[in-house]
C-alpha cells in the first residue's frame, strides 16, 4: 500500500523566510496530493492541493511542486508571518477516496 | 460552511470501559473516516464507511469498531478501553478528493 515520508519533523524560520516541507510516496497510482494545517485544538484544514497532471499551483503566499517521476512533492510558504505556526500534514491518495498522511511538520515562526 | 462536529472534546475513561466516539457532518457527505493523531506518527486511518450501514477497516482497526446507521452519523466504538488507545480521534467527511475534519477528541484511558 502506499507509504508518505515527511521531513522535516520540526522547523523553526524567522518571520519573513521562506519554509519548505518535502513528502515523499511509494504508490505510483497516487494522483492527488493535499496538503493540511492544524492549528492548536482544532482539526486539520485543506490549505493547497495538487494532482498529477500539474507540477506546480500556487496560492498567494503558498505553493506546491510535484515531481512524479522522483514520487515527491513540497509545499513552499513564503514571506511567513507568526499565524503560519502549525503542524502541516502532506497526503496522497492512491486512488482509492482515502488519504494516506505523512508524519505531519511543527512549523515555528519566530518573530 | 461545511461542519464536521464531534461529540467530545476531551474525555477521559477508565481501562475496560465501552467508549463512544460520535461524529456528525451536515453537508451530505456519503464517506466518513476516523483517524488517530499520535505525534511523529500523523493520522492513521482506524475506519472509513462510503454509505450507510457499510464500514470498511483502516489500516489500525484492531480494538476498534464503528457503526452508521445514519448518512450524517458515524461513531467509533472501543469495545473494551486500553491506555494504548489514549490518543487524539479526528473524525472527517469528504466530497470528492477534500476531507473536512472535525476538531478532535482528546481521549484520555487511565
Known amino acids: 500500500g502506499e507509504n508518505v515520508e515527511q521531513h522535516p519533523s520540526t522547523l523553526s524560520v524567522q518571520e519573513g523566510d521562506s519554509a519548505v516541507i518535502k513528502c515523499t510516496y511509494s504508490?505510483?497510482?497516487?494522483?492527488?496530493f493535499p496538503w493540511y494545517k492544524q492549528e492548536l485544538g482544532k482539526g486539520p484544514q485543506l490549505i493547497i492541493d495538487?494532482?498529477?497532471?500539474?507540477g506546480e499551483k500556487k496560492d498567494q503566499r503558498i505553493a506546491v511542486t510535484l515531481n512524479k517521476t522522483a514520487k515527491h512533492f513540497s509545499l513552499h510558504i513564503t514571506e511567513t508571518q507568526p499565524e503560519d505556526s502549525a503542524v502541516y500534514f502532506c497526503?496522497?491518495?492512491?486512488?482509492?477516496?482515502?488519504?494516506?498522511f505523512g508524519q505531519g511538520t511543527r512549523l515555528t515562526i519566530n518573530p | 460552511d461545511v461542519k464536521v462536529t464531534q461529540s467530545s472534546r476531551y474525555l477521559v475513561k477508565r481501562t475496560g470501559e465501552k467508549v463512544f466516539l460520535e461524529c456528525v457532518q451536515d453537508m451530505d457527505h456519503e464517506n466518513m473516516f476516523w483517524y488517530r493523531q499520535d505525534p511523529g506518527l500523523g493520522l492513521r486511518l482506524i475506519y472509513f464507511s462510503y454509505d450507510v450501514k457499510m464500514k470498511e477497516k483502516g489500516d489500525i482497526p484492531e480494538g476498534y469498531s464503528v457503526s452508521r446507521e445514519k448518512k450524517e452519523r458515524f461513531s467509533l466504538i472501543l469495545e473494551s478501553a486500553s491506555t494504548n488507545q489514549t490518543s487524539m480521534y479526528l473524525c472527517a467527511s469528504s466530497s470528492r478528493d477534500r476531507d473536512y475534519f472535525g476538531p478532535g477528541t482528546r481521549l484520555t484511558v487511565t
Open positions: 495538487i494532482r498529477s497532471n500539474v
Open positions: 504508490d505510483s497510482a497516487s494522483n492527488y
Open positions: 497526503a496522497a491518495d492512491p486512488g482509492a477516496q482515502k488519504l494516506v
